[in-house]
């Protein structure tokens, strides 16, 4: 069955850097586009990257752009979320998805939780 597990998070304190990771399985990872996605406490799931199936594209959201850098390795099934010069309003909990276009995700996983504080 199709799994998605993250990782990577942690606390990181302002202007710090993390990297997240999403291991992929139970399906051809290469052939589809992957997204990332958070959610805020007490707030809804925000949308935060896209990256096409072969790596080529990449989408941010405006809050991001130039400081968050989505990647892929398909050869090792996993998606990656490199996050620098982090503020305390990224503190979420990120979720990767498998996404189908156009906002459409039919897995995610579990998420792993960000804290960005001093």
């Known amino acids: 069955q199709v799994q998605l597990v993250e990782s990577g998070g942690g606390l990181a304190q302002p202007g710090g850097s993390l990297r997240l990771s999403c291991a992929a399985s139970?399906?051809?990872?290469?052939?589809?586009?992957m997204s990332w996605a958070r959610q805020a406490p007490g707030k809804g799931l925000d949308w935060v990257s896209v990256i096409s199936f072969d790596g080529s594209t990449t989408y941010y959201a405006d809050s991001v752009k130039g400081r968050f850098t989505i990647s892929r390795d398909n050869a090792r099934n996993t998606l990656y979320l490199q996050m620098n010069s982090l503020k305390p309003d990224d503190t979420a909990l990120y979720y990767c998805?498998?996404?189908?276009?156009?906002?459409?995700?039919?897995?995610w996983g579990q998420g792993t939780q960000v804290t960005v504080s001093s």
């Open positions: 139970g399906f051809t990872f290469a052939t589809y586009a």
């Open positions: 998805a498998r996404d189908l276009g156009y906002h459409n995700y039919d897995y």
